[in-house]
């Protein structure tokens, strides 16, 4: 992408040389991160998002920079933050070059999935907005959410065995191995992923979903090319599974299962619940 020079020189003439004490002026290019920053009552501070940044329903009004993974120079410099947030899958990188070369700092973090990680998006954004405590409280608050379905989860004798499908669009059905955002969240609410013989999301055939044998089907509320779900049940091969025949489908948003933002206490409870109806409600933390 070129950059109209003397469009770009008036913009990074508006640049802070340097960010002293908390950035006033920030973007997000990330969904997670753009979270963290409204349950950190500072979205004050936000000038602009990425188009993953639809929660909560205040943050998809702020201008826009374009898909995190593909987000535009010409956006971001546009608003003249003081520092761009983003993960470590957001770019392009000669994007984020460009960036910085204008004068903007860019303070990036982890993309993988993992509690370990929302800790260090949450405390590194407190850090760099300088609200340690309401970061620490953020934290402890996701911390009680996830004891609370470990303490159900101490129940259960067998892990239900779950496909997370991403897209049957064309007819082909593209589900998660391991190493993915949904074979992270699977576990930590305690299911197995059904897919184990390989990494990523691919393309599955009939006899590797039978095979499988899945007691749940997990699927995006919205988006991707999947429908509305109920039909994949009754399709060649799922409909031999534990899945169709008890007719265990789960559905939940996309940002809410697999953003691994401050809302991953929730997440994690309502599949919990979701997977193991039966366990005792009224488990609470020892």
Same mark, same amino acid.
């Given at each position: 992408?070129?950059?109209?020079?003397?469009? &770009?020189?008036?913009?990074?003439?508006?640049?802070?040389?340097?960010?002293?004490?908390?950035?006033?002026?920030?973007?997000?290019?990330?969904?997670?991160?753009?979270?963290?920053?409204?349950?950190?009552?500072?979205?004050?501070?936000?000038?602009?998002?990425?188009? $993953?940044?639809?929660?909560?329903?205040?943050?998809? $009004?702020?201008?826009?920079?374009?898909?995190?993974?593909?987000?535009?120079?010409?956006?971001? &410099?546009?608003?003249?933050?003081?520092?761009?947030?983003?993960?470590?899958?957001?770019?392009?990188?000669?994007?984020?070059?460009?960036?910085?070369?204008?004068?903007? $700092?860019? !303070?990036?973090?982890?993309?993988?999935?993992?509690?370990?990680?929302?800790?260090?998006?949450?405390?590194?954004?407190?850090?760099?907005?300088?609200? !340690?405590?309401?970061?620490?409280?953020?934290?402890?608050?996701?911390? $009680?959410?996830?004891? +609370?379905?470990?303490?159900?989860?101490?129940?259960?004798?067998?892990?239900?065995?779950?496909?997370?499908?991403?897209?049957?669009?064309?007819?082909?059905?593209?589900?998660?191995?391991?190493?993915?955002?949904?074979d992270a969240i699977i576990g930590l609410?305690?299911?197995?992923?059904?897919?184990?013989?390989?990494?990523?999301?691919?393309?599955?055939?009939?006899?590797?979903?039978?095979?499988?044998?899945?007691?749940?089907? &997990?699927?995006?509320?919205?988006?991707?090319?999947?429908?509305?779900? !109920?039909?994949?049940?009754?399709?060649?091969?799922f409909k031999l599974t534990p899945a169709?025949?008890?007719? +265990?489908?789960?559905?939940?948003?996309?940002?809410?299962?697999?953003?691994?933002?401050? +809302?991953?206490? !929730?997440?994690?409870?309502?599949?919990?619940?979701?997977?193991?109806?039966?366990?005792?409600?009224?488990?609470?933390?020892?």
């Amino acid at each position: 992408m070129k950059i109209n020079v003397i469009w &770009l020189f008036l913009c990074t003439s508006l640049m802070p040389a340097l960010v002293l004490g908390a950035p006033q002026s920030i973007v997000s290019a990330d969904g997670s991160l753009t979270e963290i920053v409204y349950a950190l009552q500072q979205q004050h501070r936000l000038v602009g998002v990425d188009t $993953t940044s639809k929660y909560p329903a205040q943050a998809a $009004t702020l201008p826009q920079i374009g898909y995190k993974r593909n987000i535009s120079a010409e956006g971001v &410099l546009s608003l003249a933050p003081q520092v761009l947030i983003a993960t470590e899958d957001s770019g392009p990188d000669i994007i984020l070059k460009q960036i910085a070369e204008a004068g903007v $700092t860019i !303070e990036r973090y982890s993309a993988k999935p993992g509690l370990a990680v929302v800790r260090e998006k949450i405390q590194g954004l407190a850090k760099l907005l300088e609200v !340690e405590a309401a970061g620490d409280a953020l934290w402890q608050q996701v911390s $009680t959410d996830v004891a +609370r379905a470990r303490a159900k989860l101490s129940q259960v004798k067998e892990p239900v065995k779950v496909m997370f499908v991403l897209s049957t669009a064309g007819g082909s059905v593209l589900a998660s191995g391991a190493d993915t955002m949904a074979d992270a969240i699977i576990g930590l609410a305690g299911g197995v992923n059904a897919i184990s013989a390989f990494t990523g999301y691919k393309p599955i055939s009939v006899e590797a979903i039978v095979s499988a044998a899945p007691d749940v089907i &997990l699927m995006m509320a919205r988006g991707g090319d999947h429908g509305g779900g !109920e039909d994949l049940l009754a399709r060649e091969g799922f409909k031999l599974t534990p899945a169709a025949i008890n007719n +265990r489908l789960v559905k939940m948003d996309g940002m809410l299962m697999l953003g691994f933002g401050p +809302r991953i206490g !929730e997440a994690i409870n309502r599949l919990v619940a979701d997977f193991y109806p039966r366990l005792d409600v009224a488990a609470t933390v020892q």
